[in-house]
């Protein structure tokens, strides 16, 4: 997997492509490829950040339940619990 660190880049590898492979449906497969690998890589990226922000949130996540696991508490629901019946 490439990791791009510009849009610039994936422009650059789309322009080749297009060049070289002259099968289309060959080309845009790659292409589609090439394009979730600078999604999920390059920081000029709008979904990049969403990326960062989400593994932020999931570290945190997960720290929040070793944390409770650590104290003994229990993660289990206490309360009323509500059941929907179709009338």
Known sequence: MKTY????ELVEDIDFLKMTILDLETTSRYIDE???QW?????????????????E???NAVETLIKISDEGI?????GEHILFKDL
């Open 5 to 8: 660190n510009s849009r610039q």
């Open 34 to 36: 090439l394009f979730h």
């Open 39 to 55: 999604k999920n890589t390059s920081p000029d990226s709008p979904w990049y950040e969403n990326r960062t922000l989400m593994d």
């Open 57 to 59: 949130k999931e570290k």
């Open 74 to 78: 229990s993660s289990q629901w206490c």
